[in-house]
T-cell receptor, first 109, second 113 residues
Framework: GEDVEQSLFLSVREGDSSVINCTYTDSSSTYLYWYKQEPGAGLQLLTYIFSNMDMKQDQRLTVLLNKKDKHLSLRIADTQTGDSAIYFCAEIAGNMLTFGGGTRLMVKP | EAQVTQNPRYLITVTGKKLTVTCSQNMNHEYMSWYRQDPGLGLRQIYYSMNVEVTDKGDVPEGYKVSRKEKRNFPLILESPSPNQTSLYFC????????????FGPGTRLTVL
């Protein structure tokens, strides 16, 4: 499968913005996804972006897509302690969903 | 309630003892898949199935088998488990690969001694 890369760890203070970055490899991906995994739980689809879009905003979440650089980011505004989780980006390559290694977001009060 | 169920949730076993992890979905989804999650490696796909009797290898299929005899069930079989298969396993289902309605099961934590 293709490699999707993320930084492992991000720490922010409550109320700050968080930006989680991801680089992907398959330029033919039609959708790119962000998933959230809370401790002891499965993955939950957080948001997604269609490949012909540059930006998508959904309440506190903003997804930016730079297709030229194959770079995807997730911005969480006004980060709360409840946002502490592991965040995975993922792309579709053929019939397979390929995940990044996950970024653990820690929110300090 | 729409859901993907996995059993067991936790399992400790010994090397070489065959085991099966069951996965069932109640949403009439065509696409089902199995992932393993290891620290720093994210989720890696083991096998997937586009529909009944259609299965394909993912990125890390060695040491695993699957079957898809019915649409709702997609069991993961470890014929001869080894310690390097100690991991957290997730089953998922959706109407199509990576579908926006993809549901994940709660996970099965497997330890092979």
């Amino acid at each position: 499968g293709e490699d999707v890369e993320q930084s492992l760890f991000l720490s922010v203070r409550e109320g700050d913005s968080s930006v989680i970055n991801c680089t992907y490899t398959d330029s033919s991906s039609t959708y790119l996804y962000w998933y959230k995994q809370e401790p002891g739980a499965g993955l939950q689809l957080l948001t997604y972006i269609f490949s012909n879009m540059d930006m998508k905003q959904d309440q506190r979440l903003t997804v930016l897509l730079n297709k030229k650089d194959k770079h995807l980011s997730l911005r969480i505004a006004d980060t709360q302690t409840g946002d502490s989780a592991i965040y995975f980006c993922a792309e579709i390559a053929g019939n397979m969903l390929t995940f990044g290694g996950g970024t653990r977001l820690m929110v300090k009060p | 309630e729409a859901q993907v169920t996995q059993n067991p949730r936790y399992l400790i076993t010994v090397t070489g003892k065959k085991l099966t992890v069951t996965c069932s979905q109640n949403m009439n989804h065509e696409y089902m898949s199995w992932y393993r999650q290891d620290p720093g490696l994210g989720l890696r796909q083991i096998y997937y199935s586009m529909n009944v009797e259609v299965t394909d290898k993912g990125d890390v299929p060695e040491g695993y088998k699957v079957s898809r005899k019915e649409k709702r069930n997609f069991p993961l079989i470890l014929e001869s488990p080894s310690p390097n298969q100690t991991s957290l396993y997730f089953c998922a289902s959706s109407f199509r690969p990576g579908g926006l309605t993809q549901y994940f099961g709660p996970g099965t934590r497997l330890t092979v001694l």
